[in-house]
């Protein structure tokens, strides 16, 4: 694989445009993974090209895209329900390199941290020649895009609950859900990221090592009467 090295965003950019094989890579623990579904002839890193930063902007909270998962779960500042969805990810290794970012680039059909994200109202800061904001559930019903995810604001003001449902905390989510006033959003392995519990419901999934197929659907209409009571409590 190769390493294509840049000292600008724009020069990201630009690689990018001359190399359609090549992704964009930021903390590396889903493209670099040996069973990982991106596919890729070269890497592009933008990690050192962002600023690291948490800060309130507002009536939002701005994460930059190359913070980890570690770094979310020690501020001061990050909701307590997104620092919760951080820790789903078992391995403490992992966590102290998985980005928000690279989480949400990855458009994992069992993302960590989408639901909870989708639950908050959130929206990229995401750059492609020049800065723009694109709302993050746009960005998940178009399937992702090109550009590079600069950073991510959330309403923090949101309440939010969220669950996560697995054999183990260590093997992969078969359905991780999340709750607030803007909806129920739930990622499913083996079907899709939706943002309702019809569309979960009706979706088409299949079934993998994480249970079958009645079996996630069971655990998106549980997860949805289990959050729903968490809100109202």
């Given at each position: 694989?190769?390493?294509?090295?840049?000292s600008?965003?724009?020069?990201?950019?630009?690689?990018k445009?001359?190399?359609?094989?090549?992704v964009?890579?930021?903390?590396?623990?889903?493209?670099?993974?040996?069973s990982?579904?991106v596919?890729?002839?070269?890497?592009?890193?933008?990690?050192?090209?962002?600023e690291k930063?948490?800060?309130?902007?507002?009536?939002?909270?701005?994460?930059?895209?190359?913070m980890?998962?570690?770094?979310?779960?020690?501020?001061?500042?990050?909701?307590s329900?997104l620092?919760?969805?951080?820790?789903?990810?078992?391995?403490?290794a992992?966590?102290?390199?998985?980005?928000i970012?690279?989480?949400?680039a990855?458009k994992?059909c069992?993302?960590?941290?989408?639901?909870?994200?989708?639950?908050?109202?959130?929206?990229l800061?995401?750059?492609?020649?020049?800065?723009?904001?694109?709302?993050?559930?746009?960005?998940?019903?178009?399937?992702?895009?090109?550009?590079?995810?600069?950073?991510?604001?959330?309403?923090?003001?949101?309440?939010?609950?969220?669950?996560?449902e697995?054999?183990?905390?260590s093997?992969?989510?078969a359905?991780?859900?999340?709750?607030?006033?803007?909806?129920?959003?739930?990622?499913?392995?083996?079907?899709?990221?939706?943002?309702?519990l019809?569309?979960?419901?009706?979706?088409?999934?299949k079934?993998?090592?994480?249970?079958?197929?009645?079996?996630?659907?069971?655990?998106?209409?549980?997860?949805?009467?289990?959050l729903?009571?968490?809100?109202?409590?």
């Amino acid at each position: 694989m190769e390493l294509i090295k840049s000292s600008s965003l724009c020069e990201c950019v630009k690689a990018k445009k001359e190399s359609s094989q090549a992704v964009y890579l930021s903390g590396g623990t889903e493209v670099l993974r040996l069973s990982s579904s991106v596919k890729a002839d070269a890497v592009i890193p933008v990690s050192s090209l962002i600023e690291k930063k948490i800060e309130v902007r507002g009536d939002e909270i701005f994460i930059s895209s190359n913070m980890t998962f570690s770094e979310l779960i020690d501020s001061e500042i990050v909701p307590s329900a997104l620092k919760d969805a951080c820790k789903y990810l078992a391995s403490r290794a992992l966590k102290n390199a998985a980005t928000i970012g690279g989480n949400i680039a990855a458009k994992r059909c069992d993302s960590f941290l989408i639901p909870t994200l989708l639950a908050y109202d959130a929206k990229l800061v995401v750059f492609s020649g020049e800065e723009k904001i694109c709302p993050l559930k746009k960005y998940v019903a178009k399937g992702g895009c090109n550009c590079i995810i600069v950073g991510i604001l959330i309403n923090p003001l949101i309440k939010v609950a969220n669950k996560r449902e697995s054999l183990t905390s260590s093997t992969h989510a078969a359905v991780t859900s999340a709750m607030s006033e803007k909806g129920y959003f739930a990622a499913v392995s083996g079907g899709a990221i939706y943002s309702s519990l019809e569309d979960a419901l009706a979706g088409e999934i299949k079934a993998d090592i994480t249970g079958s197929v009645e079996y996630k659907k069971y655990l998106i209409k549980e997860n949805y009467n289990i959050l729903k009571e968490a809100l109202n409590g």
